[in-house]
T-cell receptor, first 114, second 114 residues
Framework: AQSVSQHNHHVILSEAASLELGCNYS??????LFWYVQYPGQHLQLLLK??????LVKGIKGFEAEFIKSKFSFNLRKPSVQWSDTAEYFC????????????FGAGTRLFVKA | DSGVTQTPKHLITATGQRVTLRCSPR?????VYWYQQSLDQGLQFLIQ???????AKGNILERFSAQQFPDLHSELNLSSLELGDSALYFC?????????????FGPGTRLTVL
């Protein structure tokens, strides 16, 4: 079955620490990949997306993600987190073999200590 | 503000009842998606409509149904409610046929079933 796995459910970091959140998917075919963020009490919003081209994608607020096709991964990174990055992060995938569904990972809750 | 509106913001009802959640997509978006977010299940895709037609179906229960009207707003109907249906229900919209494009999420409707 098609699935999206986020390895870390909870992450606690201090400000200025580096962040890497893992995301793996099990789709075949052409994939489109997304990272969404949900700040406390708010709706989901897009951080970044990959459709094609350069596998290193830069998003808003200093986030970036790298698509590694051979590893079926799309990990999210940020060199130096801030307290305001405290939020839940969702990886999402659509694929040519998945119809029109977007499958979300379970989410990773990030807490950044000031 | 994503441009997607959802009403009501909060809904409290009893088991066995029926409720209707409403969503207005961003201006110009033809696709509407419904998601359920709960603590134990995470973010689950329910159903997608494109220009009034059902496009994709996810983990939507038979007790739930949805439709998209000619003015493109959508309604999600939940019937014979159970305690486990308590969750945050998100609507999202996008501008193209497939969900390969970015989805814009509404603020959600928090449903509490007592």
């Amino acid at each position: 079955a098609q699935s999206v796995s986020q390895h870390n459910h909870h992450v606690i970091l201090s400000e200025a620490a580096s962040l890497e959140l893992g995301c793996n998917y099990s789709y075949g075919g052409t994939v489109n990949l997304f990272w969404y963020v949900q700040y406390p009490g708010q709706h989901l919003q897009l951080l970044l997306k990959y459709f094609s081209g350069d596998p290193l994608v830069k998003g808003i607020k200093g986030f970036e993600a790298e698509f590694i096709k051979s590893k079926f991964s799309f990990n999210l990174r940020k060199p130096s987190v801030q307290w305001s990055d405290t939020a839940e992060y969702f990886c999402a995938v659509t694929s040519s073999t998945g119809g029109f569904k977007t499958i979300f990972g379970a989410g990773t809750r990030l807490f950044v200590k000031a | 503000d994503s441009g997607v509106t959802q009403t009501p913001k909060h809904l409290i009802t009893a088991t066995g009842q029926r409720v209707t959640l409403r969503c207005s997509p961003r201006s110009g978006d033809l696709s509407v998606y419904w998601y359920q977010q709960s603590l134990d299940q995470g973010l689950q895709f329910l159903i997608q409509y494109y220009n009034g037609e059902e496009r994709a179906k996810g983990n939507i229960l038979e007790r739930f149904s949805a439709q998209q009207f000619p003015d493109l707003h959508s309604e999600l109907n939940l019937s014979s409610l159970e305690l486990g249906d308590s969750a945050l229900y998100f609507c999202a919209s996008s501008g193209m046929t497939s969900s390969y494009n970015e989805q814009f999420f509404g603020p959600g409707t928090r449903l509490t079933v007592l």
